[in-house]
């Protein structure tokens, strides 16, 4: 029966449909599963050791006698950001305050990392002689006298290797160019350009003095169970000797922000990889629809010749059994080829060669495939295991409009599970599966609605003129008769444009939406250090040479002392960053207005209060547990300044404009000392603007934003185009749905048309009631595709992507045409035999 229904055609867009939605499923498996592997590989490599303590100050030197007690190796490193100078190479007669001129007009900020003998315990730096020429595994750390830096800052600098620079009070050869170097990590600091120095050297330069912002670092690596008793005696004392300022990172956190990049490129992934389960999900379920319609009658003469109900369901289980198991096979086999082109745009985001992934995302997909064929294409085939052999006489049974509902709750609950497992996280899934319901329950209910009322608007006096001339009465009586099966048709019409028009929304506003996060004119320089009496020099210079419209923002140090009476301490403190922050100072602010691109959430803007109160940004007073009413104090140059919170505010980080955690009234910040920052925009042409400023006034500090914008710009190219591919997948289901959707109801419509035109109508009639019929369906599926699909949207964009999407006034009437265009091309395609046959041919084939 399987080879024949195959040769027939009935099975295959339920197996298209079924390989569809695991070569999706799996594709994005296989990605996940090689990237997992690769990070817990290649963790010690992305931390340079097995285990890291992290300290604002000279890591404890208990911690060295501990590691060399216990037999472990050790290496340290120290980074801090830093101005680096190119010096000149003239031998000449010139002047020392010429080489002096030259160093600092080439001068930029950089982040020093300081390194001792044996670092990296783990894994290799890279190193090439130029920055075009081969590189090489790194032997040891820079010779004395030279230092090694990356090639951001050849090109900043317009230097080359064998150049001197100026760090600090020392001058240093470079050595050599940095191509990879696998812990750099993510900090703020670490987008500057690199300059690797030896830490024997690091005194002689004369940068780290009393308040120098230096992170330190102690690499611990050695035998499993030794770093095991260390990481446990570094645990005690940090978190029972409640040590301030220290930190500690294991193999299982290598690179945290990497896995968060890469979590956030996979939430786009999942949810087209989603919305093509549930797509393949509805097109199954018509597709099952369809071949129960078909074979009510062979199943009658199967049961005229004694076969009971049981050996019935049997066969038809093992049916689609093998039929789930054969495609299920095929798709994960499908999603196996389909996941390296995903590789090729996101593994290059972790560095390192990955894995060959496991069995078990194919094994997930395949279940997932059954899951999908038994939840949605069982319930409809329930009927035929129960068909009456007097069927064969009794044309009219009409038991399968009784659908077995509770089988179709099942699947539905089934497929819920499913595609919050496959999302990986309760809220993604939770929000698709969520939407998926009640987008079927309720197109459903409005679908059925929707035909009953234009049924009784075509049968009344002034729609009975109108749909005389157009032939619309024949379609809406008919739409209206088929009732149920109609409704469903629309219903699974709807279904897949939502989905199509989401996904379209995930590749062009949730996309848009993203980038406009981050502008192509975002700011890319930041001047801070701006002292008071340099503000109006400062704005003027950048006036003088083409920067327009610049705000200096007033930054006041302040550390939290109390929230409500109660003194902070970070020992109160569970989460590992509120301990962090609230051990060192806070940069206030103060002004009178809000911010562009921050938005209210909770509370009241200030506006022109005198009186002290503080806005927070959402994200520090749900870290550090601080709501509107909550009092907060804090110790400005000894100064106590105590204010309640009246506003929270959400902020828009991805501008990278100057924002502020706490903002406060001028009123009670002005008169405090304070230095000013700011940030603006700079064409790469114009980057040497900056270093007529810094010549004039030696202590402001530019720092160049443009690595860290191109960093996220890459990650939006890789994101986006992974998505793109995989969006290849959901437009053919999408495409299998509307085709589903319109030849579950062909063999009527052929049947219907036959009638007709063996009733004397002409082929224009009969064309004229199919046209109004598909225009109907198509309509309605538009609508309340559109509107569904711009409300999960939203829901997605504000609680899964964490960025604003505004509604489009255009998306209904472009849904709107769109299911009437699909609905015609459909229908059209399915119908266009019917015409060309006699009348007494389609009656007998039907």
Not at 340 to 352: D, H, K, R, S
Request: hydrophobic content about 50%; proline content about 4%; charged content about 20%.
């Amino acid at each position: 029966m399987t080879m024949r229904d195959w040769r027939a055609g009935e099975l295959t867009m339920l197996v298209i449909a079924l390989v569809l939605a695991v070569a999706a499923l799996a594709s994005v498996g296989f990605l996940a599963d090689r990237l997992q592997q690769g990070l817990e590989r290649d963790a010690r490599r992305m931390i340079a050791a097995d285990f890291v303590v992290r300290s604002d100050h000279p890591v404890d030197a208990a911690f060295f006698d501990e590691a060399r007690a216990l037999g472990l190796h050790t290496a340290t490193t120290a980074i801090f950001p830093s101005m680096v100078a190119r010096m000149s190479t003239s031998t000449g007669s010139g002047s020392g305050s010429d080489e002096g001129d030259q160093a600092l007009a080439s001068a930029r900020l950089a982040a020093v990392k300081a390194v001792s003998a044996a670092y990296p315990l783990r894994g290799a730096l890279r190193i090439a002689p130029a920055p075009d020429a081969p590189d090489r595994p790194a032997q040891g750390i820079p010779a004395k006298g030279t230092v090694w830096v990356d090639r951001q800052l050849l090109e900043t600098l317009h230097a080359n290797v064998g150049d001197a620079v100026q760090l600090g009070e020392r001058r240093f050869t470079i050595g050599a160019v940095i191509t990879r170097e696998l812990d750099r990590g993510f900090a703020f600091v670490n987008f500057s350009p690199r300059v690797m120095v030896r830490a024997d050297e690091l005194p002689s330069t004369g940068l780290i003095g009393y308040g120098s912002r230096v992170t330190y670092r102690l690499l611990v690596a050695g035998d499993d169970a030794a770093v095991a008793r260390f990481a446990g005696f570094a645990h005690a004392r940090v978190d029972g000797g409640k040590l301030r300022g220290v930190a500690l990172e294991s193999l299982q956190d290598g690179q945290p922000q990497v896995r968060e990049t890469l979590d956030r490129a996979g939430h786009f992934l999942r949810l087209v990889a989603l919305l093509t389960a549930l797509l393949a999900a509805v097109a199954i379920a018509m597709a099952a629809h369809r071949y129960m319609r078909r074979h009510l009658d062979g199943c009658a003469v199967m049961r005229c010749l004694g076969l009971g109900e049981r050996e019935l369901r049997a066969l038809v289980a093992l049916e689609f059994g093998f039929v789930g198991l054969t495609g299920g096979v095929f798709g994960a086999a499908l999603g196996y080829l389909g996941h390296f082109a995903l590789l090729a745009w996101l593994g290059g985001l972790i560095g390192v060669a990955l894995p060959q992934p496991g069995a078990l995302p194919a094994l997930e997909g395949i279940g997932a495939g059954l899951v999908l064929l038994f939840g949605f294409a069982l319930p409809p085939l329930l009927p035929l295991t129960r068909v009456p052999p007097l069927r064969v006489l009794r044309r009219e049974w009409n038991g399968q409009a009784n659908a077995a509902w509770w089988a179709y709750a099942v699947g539905i609950a089934l497929f819920g599970g499913l595609l919050v497992l496959a999302a990986g996280e309760l809220k993604l899934g939770g929000i698709v599966a969520g939407g998926f319901a009640l987008g079927l329950v309720t197109f459903a209910v409005l679908a059925r609605s929707a035909l009953w009322l234009c049924a009784r608007v075509a049968r009344s006096e002034s729609g009975q003129r109108l749909a005389t001339a157009v032939g619309w009465r024949y379609a809406l009586a008919s739409l209206e008769r088929r009732g149920w099966a109609s409704a469903l048709q629309i219903t699974a019409l709807a279904i897949g444009l939502m989905c199509l028009l989401l996904i379209a929304m995930t590749r062009n506003d949730l996309v848009q939406g993203w980038r406009n996060s981050t502008p192509p004119d975002a700011p890319n320089e930041f001047l801070i250090d701006i002292q008071q009496d340099e503000r109006q020099a400062v704005i003027d210079y950048l006036n003088a040479h083409g920067v327009a419209n610049v705000a200096l923002e007033p930054m006041v140090r302040g550390r939290l002392v109390a929230i409500d009476g109660k003194r902070v301490v970070p020992e109160a403190f569970k989460n590992d960053d509120a301990r962090r922050l609230v051990d060192r100072e806070f940069n206030l602010s103060y002004r009178s207005t809000l911010p562009d691109d921050n938005r209210v959430s909770a509370g009241a803007w200030y506006g022109n209060s005198t009186r002290p109160e503080i806005s927070i940004e959402a994200g520090l007073a749900k870290l550090i547990g601080v709501k509107v009413g909550d009092t907060l104090r804090f110790d400005v140059t000894g100064i106590p300044i105590e204010a309640p919170i009246t506003s929270v505010r959400k902020l828009d980080w991805g501008t990278f404009k100057v924002n502020f955690f706490v903002l406060m009234p001028p009123a009670v910040l002005d008169k405090l000392p304070a230095m000013f920052i700011t940030s603006f925009y700079l064409p790469a042409t114009r980057r040497p603007v900056l270093d007529g400023l810094i010549a004039a006034h030696p202590n402001v500090t530019a720092i160049d934003m443009a690595p860290i914008l191109a960093q996220v710009q890459r990650v939006l190219d890789q994101v986006i185009g992974a998505v793109q591919f995989l969006f290849a997948f959901t437009l053919a289901a999408g495409l299998l749905v509307l085709y589903s959707a319109l030849a579950g109801t062909r063999d009527e419509r052929v049947r219907e048309s036959a009638l007709l035109r063996a009733l004397g109508a002409s082929h224009g009639q009969v064309r004229s009631v199919h046209a109004a019929e598909f225009a109907v369906v198509g309509a309605l599926a538009g609508v309340m595709g559109a509107v569904g699909a711009q409300a999960l949207g939203i829901v997605l964009a504000t609680r899964v992507f964490d960025f604003h999407l505004d509604i489009d006034p255009w998306l209904v009437p472009a849904g709107m045409a769109a299911g009437i265009a699909c609905a015609g091309v459909g229908g059209w395609f399915s119908l266009r035999r019917v015409l060309r046959r006699p009348a007494a041919q389609s009656l007998r084939d039907a």
